[in-house]
């Protein structure tokens, strides 16, 4: 069987580092590099492996002998991430995705491009993950639930049946969504919030039940 494409890991901090030690002791991936921004790299080596910068990876690690994925979290909700997706996909890379062999998904899940589904998570029957979904250790999605592209769900959220989550979402620890809710694009649902009826776009909503707060998501989440 032919060996998939080393990969090159997006960052330089804890997340890409869970990121690392999972494609390469659970996936049998071999990672070459890290990459960041330039003006963000504060040392050339992390685990052990070359930081480069973005700016300069298709002549270290060309696109045609390596793929990329890029598990930025959630500042500017989930834009900072979609962002350097995009950049990677026109610098040509194929950006892969990561399922724990310790996770429960079934084989025929329409899963997209740059996802990673970490170790104890569930995705139920008839479930589609879209482009750049994160679901963390022990979260639930329901049978026939949608989480559209750019995502990020927290560990230990559970969601119904026949949810559907908007594009750019973060779902926060331990957050449960009604079955048959439909959470609009851009929304922060803090954790522990029990959402039971559809959000409007750009809100941040707390609480048990959850409330709409007065700050958008793009305010609660921005990079300063």
């Not at 609009?184 to 803090?190: K, S």
Request: proline share 5%.
């Amino acid at each position: 069987m032919k060996k998939p494409p080393a990969l090159v890991v997006f960052g330089g901090r804890a997340m890409s580092s869970l990121v690392w030690h999972c494609v390469t002791h659970d996936a049998r991936r071999k990672v070459a590099a890290f990459t960041v921004d330039a003006a963000w790299i504060s040392r050339n080596s992390h685990e052990g492996l070359p930081v480069v910068p973005f700016e300069q990876v298709t002549a270290l690690y060309p696109p045609g002998t390596h793929e990329m994925l890029i598990p930025v979290g959630w500042a500017d909700i989930n834009g900072v991430r979609r962002s350097r997706c995009e950049q990677a996909r026109q610098k040509g890379y194929r950006l892969a995705t990561y399922v724990s062999s310790r996770a429960s998904v079934w084989p025929d899940t329409k899963i997209g491009e740059n996802c990673m589904v970490f170790e104890q998570a569930v995705v139920q029957s008839f479930t589609q993950l879209g482009m750049d979904v994160s679901i963390r250790s022990g979260a639930n999605i329901g049978h026939h639930g949608v989480v559209e592209d750019h995502c990020f769900i927290a560990t230990g959220v559970i969601t119904g049946g026949n949810v559907h989550i908007g594009e750019q979402c973060f779902i926060g620890l331990g957050a449960i969504l009604r079955d048959g809710v439909r959470i609009a694009p851009r929304c922060l649902i803090g954790a522990g919030a029990v959402v039971m009826a559809d959000t409007e776009p750009d809100g941040v909503y707390v609480g048990m039940p959850a409330r709409r707060l007065e700050k958008s998501s793009m305010e609660a989440t921005r990079v300063k």
